[in-house]
């Protein structure tokens, strides 16, 4: 059966695996009463299917190209020609939408951003279900090609770990094969067959994947989500999409239990160290010494720290309706809880709001700082995760190499220690890193120029950039944004939450942008270096 998976091309591979895809809101569909929406889909995934048949029948005589270069385009292909598939059943459901903005809602779930043209009270339970179902897939794809595609390329965050004077690909030293056996299975061990990569390294990320969904799927209807709800909190927490089927916080049944577990299920979000492959990354043996979790930890705990004094301030001065300006303990400690649950969420990039986060308003009078959460959404989670932004292990280089030039200053003959990977990150790991982040800002400047060619503010193309380069769609919805109306996605479309207002062909830039960011610029501006096309 590997024998003939390996010689279909990556994108038609995952063209199979939606299609079957398709069969489960269609089942879903046909138990709730969707007649039509479950034939859309089941037809759909038939259709689908044959044609990946037909062409796996086609090429069994062709072995498929496996060169590094064509790897990387086939996963450019499947962020941008994947949709159109997924877009085939989600456009015939909402007929009045067009394929357009089915292709751009299916863009934004496959690339983990979580954004919606559509309003959650109006669409269907199947289309939801699609939805997540998507987001949970792109999640995956992302563990798995960062591991299989972009580690031998030492792109996606792992130039950070790799010595730049070893002209070998990472998969091919033998000090990185021992590393990956303690961490896991062997994923790297065919560095010559990037498709035998993709395969073992599906098999290794799935069974974690999926059991850990399918806990947090248990967990929540334990604390009290419909069942609807819960699968898709738990499909959009460990894909960080944040895909939600209702209005508002998703957590407003389940209440503090239903938010304690979605916190515990986004720390891996944090570090490729809880997924298999991870150890490539490895800064430390122990965990609690690893500098991702450190650096989130440390983040989270200011962020908490100052929004929480920011509000406690405000109720001490102002004192809500009329009350003691202490009695509301209770109210404070549900801001504190409130604050520290979104730091996490936007932190790793999946934009879930707790119950308590407008609390916090209504306890101090304030406004809360929306630009502090887009601050954390571009910083981002772990590298090699399904968090989108800059990456933490990026941040932490850059820090240790300030730190150092801080010391350097006071003592410009002192010796640093840290061993020999403290010492790679500040200096070759923090000059990657710099480049990426001057990358990075660069893509966000050329897209908000792009976005504003439009009559669209500069604040709200800002933000709208920002969410779309991070794969953070919730973002439009913390922050406050004069809504654009010169566009409309049919009966079902949200235009005042920020996206489906917009004309199409800004629509159209954004979703190159959740793309862009979610295989990062410099793995695209790879394809344009002809030593990368030579080896």
């Given at each position: 059966?590997?024998a ?14 939606a299609?079957l ?6 089942a ?12 859309n889909?089941f037809y ?20 498929p190209d ?6 990387l385009?086939?996963?450019?292909a ?17 007929p ?6 089915a ?23 199947p ?10 897939m ?6 798995v ?17 790799t010595?730049?004077q070893d ?10 094969l021992?590393?990956?056996e ?15 990569r ?14 850990l969904?399918?806990?947090?799927w248990v ?7 419909p069942?609807?709800l ?7 927490t460990l894909?960080?999409s944040?895909?939600s089927?209702?209005?508002?916080p ?5 209440g ?18 809880f997924?298999?492959g991870?150890?490539?990354?490895r800064?430390?043996e122990?965990?609690r010494d690893d ?16 929004l ?5 301030i ?6 809500p ?23 996490l ?12 986060w ?8 304030l ?5 502090i959460?887009?601050g ?16 933490l ?11 150092r ?9 002192a010796v ?21 982040f001057?990358?990075?800002a ?18 709200t193309a800002t ?11 919730p ?18 479309s ?11 062909m ?5 979703a ?8 990062e610029?410099l793995a695209i ?5 002809p030593?990368f096309w030579?080896?």
């Open positions: 059966m590997r003939i998976l390996m010689r279909l091309p990556l994108l038609v591979l995952v063209c199979g695996l299609a895809m398709m069969w489960l809101p269609a879903h569909a046909s138990i709730t009463g969707h007649a039509a929406i479950a034939r889909f759909a995934g038939l259709l689908i299917l044959v044609f990946c048949f037909l062409i796996g029948l086609a090429m069994q005589g062709n072995r496996g060169r590094a270069p064509t790897m385009l086939n996963m450019l499947v962020f941008a020609g994947l949709p159109l598939i997924l877009a085939l059943p989600f456009a015939e459901s909402l009045d939408t067009g394929w357009f903005n292709w751009w809602e299916m863009v934004s779930a496959l690339t983990t951003t979580g954004a919606s043209l559509y309003s959650a009270d109006l669409l269907p339970q289309l939801h279900l699609w939805r997540a179902l998507v987001g949970w792109g999640g995956f794809f992302v563990l090609a960062a591991v299989a595609i972009l580690a031998p390329l030492r792109v996606g965050g792992f130039e950070l770990m010595n730049p002209t070998r690909r990472l998969a091919d030293t033998g000090q990185v021992r590393r990956a303690r961490a896991g299975p062997l994923i790297e061990s065919a560095p010559n067959d990037p498709l035998l993709v395969l073992r390294a599906a098999e290794a990320v799935l069974p974690p994947y999926a059991g969904t399918l806990a947090l967990g929540l209807l334990l604390a009290g989500d069942s609807f819960a699968l898709c909190r738990a499909l959009g894909s960080t944040g895909i089927p209702v209005l508002g998703a957590g407003e049944v389940s503090f239990a239903g938010e304690a577990l979605v916190f515990l299920f986004l720390l891996p979000a944090l570090s490729r160290r997924w298999p991870g150890g490539t990354l800064a430390s122990r965990l500098p991702e979790l450190r650096l989130a930890a440390g983040l989270v705990a200011l962020v908490t720290a100052v929480f004094l920011r509000h406690f405000g109720a001490i001065e102002a004192g309706d009329g009350q003691e300006p202490l009695a509301g303990i209770g109210a404070g400690l549900r801001a504190l809880w409130g604050v520290a649950f979104n730091a969420s936007y932190l790793t990039t999946t934009g879930w709001n707790s119950n308590d407008q609390g916090a308003r209504a306890w101090s009078g406004t809360a700082p929306g630009l959460l887009a954390l959404a571009m910083m981002g989670g772990g590298v090699a995760t399904t968090a989108g932004g800059v990456k292990l990026r941040v932490y280089a850059l820090a240790r190499h300030g730190e030039e801080m010391q350097r200053i006071i003592h410009p003959s640093a220690g840290g061993g020999r990977i403290a010492r790679h990150l500040r200096r070759e790991g923090a000059y990657l890193a710099f480049i990426f001057m990358l990075f660069i893509s966000i400047a050329v897209v908000v120029a792009l976005v504003s060619i439009q009559a669209v503010e500069f604040e933000i709208l950039s920002i969410a779309a380069l991070t794969n953070t769609g973002l439009a919805g913390a922050i406050p944004l004069t809504p654009v109306f010169e566009g409309s996605a049919g009966i079902a949200a235009p005042w939450e920020g996206w489906s207002g917009l004309p199409d800004t629509k159209a830039i954004l190159a942008a959740m793309i862009i960011g979610r295989i610029t501006l790879a394809l344009f270096s030593e030579r080896r």
